[in-house]
């Protein structure tokens, strides 16, 4: 189990990868056909030269690998600028209170509010709590339904756990097997905002990392309820 949503380590990770992967290839490929077409003429026959249509043809291939080259270098540049933009834009949200699927903060005292979304052909529904180090530390029964869950930070004993970072998991049960188990919906503070891998990533208060684009539900905090 993780705390972090997948979408920001693996994604972005794999995506940032085969971006720089294909570039350096192009690029590899670019100075590699240079080399080649300079040394065929540096040690070309006099008695029988390069033909002129040849040598015509492997310029103009030359000519499309540099410009390809200096397209992705532009995309790239554009694409960061974007992402820059994007950041700016949500500089607004530092402060506010982001839903999405996260470890929430519990401060000892104040309620979450837990979002969970089980399977409709569930006939059982479980919370199970986890803390930072991913011990199971309560586990509460739901009823079928999307209707948000306020915790108030009671363990397995009935009582109150330390302040933490908390995860919650929701199993949907159908015969007493679970058909679907996943990372609820919480409310955290954003604190900061970044540029990760050309995405907007947002930081919570719970030190974890979303991305932007996986929010479901911005509010003040002062008037959340």
Not at 106 to 119: H, K, L, Q, R
């Amino acid at each position: 189990m993780t705390t972090e949503i997948s979408g920001l380590g693996t994604t972005s990770a794999l995506s940032s990868s085969a971006t720089q992967t294909a570039t350096s290839a192009l690029s590899s490929d670019f100075e590699t056909f240079l080399t080649l077409m300079t040394t065929q003429a540096k040690y070309q026959d006099p008695l029988e030269p390069m033909d002129s249509s040849d040598y015509t043809a492997q310029l103009a291939q030359f000519s499309a690998v540099e410009q390809q080259v200096l397209t992705n270098d532009t995309l790239a540049s554009m694409l960061t600028q974007l992402s820059l933009t994007n950041m700016s834009q949500l500089t607004g949200w530092v402060g506010k209170e982001v839903r999405a699927q996260a470890a929430a903060h519990f401060d000892g005292s104040t309620p979450i509010s837990v979002s969970p979304n089980p399977a409709a052909v569930a006939d059982e529904v479980q919370l199970v709590i986890y803390d930072d180090t991913e011990a199971e530390v309560g586990r509460i029964e739901l009823p079928v339904s999307a209707e948000p869950y306020m915790w108030n930070g009671e363990g397995t004993d009935g009582e109150t756990l330390p302040d933490g970072n908390y995860t919650f998991v929701v199993e949907s049960y159908s015969d007493d097997e679970v058909i679907l188990s996943e990372i609820a919906e919480v409310y955290g503070v954003v604190e900061e905002t970044q540029n990760v891998d050309g995405q907007v990533a947002l930081i919570l208060q719970s030190g974890t990392a979303i991305l932007a684009s996986s929010v479901t539900a911005l509010r003040d905090p002062d008037t959340a309820s």
